[in-house]
């Protein structure tokens, strides 16, 4: 991982989206391999349990979350503090589906940390 990686959920309650930036100004990618498992816990429990292996296995340095609102508090709060410490943005936006180059559009600000 470089140190300056950044990892994009996209989240709507029903499914979830991993892209990453390398830094910013760099192009939005979807991180290949990675998804969201199915099981018991609630879809919040399983989004945030990847996360958080993700942030322990060194993955990604910093995570934006994107999604509704009631989406995005559920989902934090079953994170662990150091996968939620690595949170620096958060886009309250239903953008799931879109492509890269549109969730650039969306999301520059917020990957210019």
Same mark, same amino acid.
């Given at each position: ?11 709507? +309650? ?30 919040? +429990? ?20 994107? +999604? ?46």
């Amino acid at each position: 991982m470089r140190t300056s990686e950044t990892w994009i959920c996209l989240a709507d +309650g029903d499914r979830a989206q991993f892209y990453h930036c390398e830094s910013p100004g760099y192009a939005v990618e979807p991180v290949m391999g990675f998804g969201l498992p199915q099981g018991a816990r609630t879809f919040a +429990g399983r989004l945030a349990a990847q996360l958080d292996r993700a942030a322990r296995d060194s993955l990604f340095n910093t995570l934006v979350l994107v +999604g509704p609102h009631a989406v995005l508090m559920a989902v934090e709060e079953e994170m662990a503090p150091g996968t939620r410490a690595r949170v620096v943005g958060e886009v309250e936006r239903d953008l799931c589906g879109r492509s890269p180059r549109e969730l650039e559009a969306h999301l520059g600000m917020v990957l210019r940390h």
